[in-house]
């Protein structure tokens, strides 16, 4: 889970600032994205690089004073990276942009936003082919895959580089969720996104004379020029000496490429429009539908008390805010709309292991008020992946003597693990799956139609999701509801996370492997079997 930044300046450009100047705009906007720090790469004429690493957040790049560093360095591009690594990729040796740390026009530097599905098959070729990779990560795996094209069939013979053709070669072998940055020692830049198109990519010209990319479009917001997205199997090369943009299709056919959901329900900065939709959007409409399902389970407590609507900051604001204006509705007296759920760090808690997240999570969220003494709190979120989150700020609630807690999920169940970088897994991460082994065997076998699964079924999985979080009740928003309310009613989403079809041939090999584990323990040999590729 990460995102990348760049920035060329164009010859032509009379502009004062400084492609330093732009990343700093840049990346804080792409600060929920990454948390755990962030790498810059920058390049001069007379093959001068200088990078700069920190494991502070983004934010704090805007502190940074480069010229100070060094005055004599003033680079016309730059890359970004912001960075919350994977449970392998946590070491300061993982930090990007990645270097090759060659000389002359074989330098080259990339950071990636994404994840190579297929990474232990290219790491084989590799080493049989001499090649040596010393980390774990797949940016250095994507760096390595790109010079061993570079040196077959260009520096061997003293050729220049087309890439063209070079990334022609990468669409084709690598499967999974890529969009990367490239800058080489000549100072050319290349943006790519693979055929899959899990991950975006987007670009704008600005006005002043910049050509900007960032993994989402939030990152341009307060700056004037035209924009556009790179499309999968597409790169955009920047030459290094002339500023002359190309784009280019390095697919071997066309595909239907879909956008990650987790881009629309979980990661989006409010400001990121996704096919013209924008985030806030998306999670305001469907708060709504939530809070039309909610409601009926709530009527009951009214008499009761007041009800106060709150949500996980900051990615569910939009969601409790469509969730209000529907409960609102209802009994706009006894309905109130409170954040009383507080951070006191901006680090996201999706990935670790389980005691690692445990212990972030209680650093992380604390009770924002006094005032919730004898009220029932209904908490609107995006998902409920782990649980460990809902679990955390009920008990926090409770103890603040709340009278009841109640959630409002703003999808259906996730039911697979993200093979595409997101950091989930295995299926042992998901709430849905910790509850599954406690269904009773024909519950168990009517579940697995995941997002087909009957409305009582989901009721019995509701139930027992909020005995495992102490809510009183814990509500998922219907399958059928949520197509109309992502961009374009869906076209071009992948939804893998809801329905367990992959969207590209690697996933399939993990996806047996997760389908043979449920097998083992459900003994509903027929029907697990039936439903695997």
């Not at 792409?30 to 983004?58: D, I, W, Y």
């Not at 790491?123 to 990560?137: D, F, N, Q, V, Y």
């Not at 006094?370 to 955390?392: K, M, P, Y």
Request: hydrophobic share 35%.
């Amino acid at each position: 889970m990460s995102g990348v930044a760049g920035a060329f300046l164009l010859p032509s450009s009379r502009s004062l600032r400084t492609v330093y100047d732009e990343l700093k705009h840049m990346l804080p906007k792409l600060e929920n994205r990454g948390q755990e720090g962030f790498g810059v790469a920058a390049f001069m004429h007379e093959e001068r690089f200088q990078h700069t690493k920190s494991c502070q957040p983004a934010g704090t790049l805007a502190g940074v004073d480069f010229a100070e560093q060094d005055a004599d360095f003033r680079p016309h591009v730059a890359i970004a990276h912001v960075r919350t690594p994977s449970h392998r990729e946590r070491s300061d040796a993982d930090f990007q942009p990645f270097d090759n740390h060659k000389t002359s026009c074989r330098r080259l530097t990339a950071c990636l936003n994404g994840a190579l599905v297929n990474a232990d098959e290219l790491r084989k070729e590799l080493h049989a082919e001499g090649h040596s990779i010393s980390g774990k990560t797949d940016a250095e795996l994507l760096l390595k895959l790109i010079e061993s094209i570079c040196q077959r069939d260009y520096w061997q013979h003293g050729l220049p580089v087309n890439y063209e053709k070079v990334f022609q070669d990468i669409d084709k072998g690598v499967d999974g969720a890529v969009s990367a940055l490239l800058l080489d020692g000549l100072g050319n830049l290349t943006a790519f996104r693979n055929r899959g198109g899990l991950r975006p990519l987007e670009f704008m010209q600005t006005e002043d004379g910049f050509l900007l990319f960032a993994s989402q479009n939030s990152a341009f917001s307060g700056l004037q020029g035209r924009v556009g997205k790179i499309r999968p199997s597409h790169i955009k090369h920047v030459n290094g000496r002339t500023g002359d943009c190309l784009e280019h299709f390095v697919g071997q056919a066309r595909h239907s490429p879909k956008l990650c959901a987790y881009e629309t329900l979980y990661l989006g900065n409010a400001r990121s429009l996704v096919q013209s939709q924008s985030h806030l959007s998306t999670g305001h409409d469907i708060g709504m539908t939530s809070g039309r399902i909610v409601w009926p389970r709530l009527a009951v407590e009214t008499s009761s008390g007041t009800i106060i609507v709150s949500s996980i900051p900051r990615t569910g604001t939009p969601y409790a805010d469509g969730l209000f204006a529907t409960l609102a509705k209802q009994q706009r007296a006894l309905v109130q709309r409170h954040q009383v759920i507080a951070v006191n760090r901006s680090r996201r808690t999706l990935i670790g292991s389980l005691g690692e997240r445990k212990s972030l999570i209680w650093q992380k969220h604390r009770v924002a008020t006094n005032d919730v003494t004898d009220r029932i709190i209904v908490v609107g979120d995006e998902a409920l992946i782990h649980g460990d989150t809902s679990r955390a700020v009920t008990e926090m609630l409770l103890a603040a003597r709340a009278k009841a807690v109640h959630w409002a999920i703003g999808s259906p169940p996730i039911v697979a693990p993200n093979y595409y970088g997101r950091g989930i897994e295995t299926i042992d991460e998901l709430a849905f799956w910790k509850i599954w082994k406690r269904l009773a065997p024909e519950t168990r076998q009517h579940s697995l139609r995941f997002h087909r699964i009957a409305p009582q079924t989901i009721r019995v999985i509701e139930r027992k999701i909020a005995l495992s979080i102490n809510a009183a009740t814990g509500a998922y928003v219907p399958f059928e509801d949520l197509p109309s309310m992502l961009p374009r009613r869906h076209e071009g989403i992948d939804l893998s996370a809801l329905t367990f079809e992959m969207p590209t041939p690697g996933g399939a090999k993990p996806r047996r492997r997760d389908f043979e584990q449920i097998d083992s323990r459900s003994h509903l040999n027929e029907n697990v079997c039936s439903m695997r590729p």
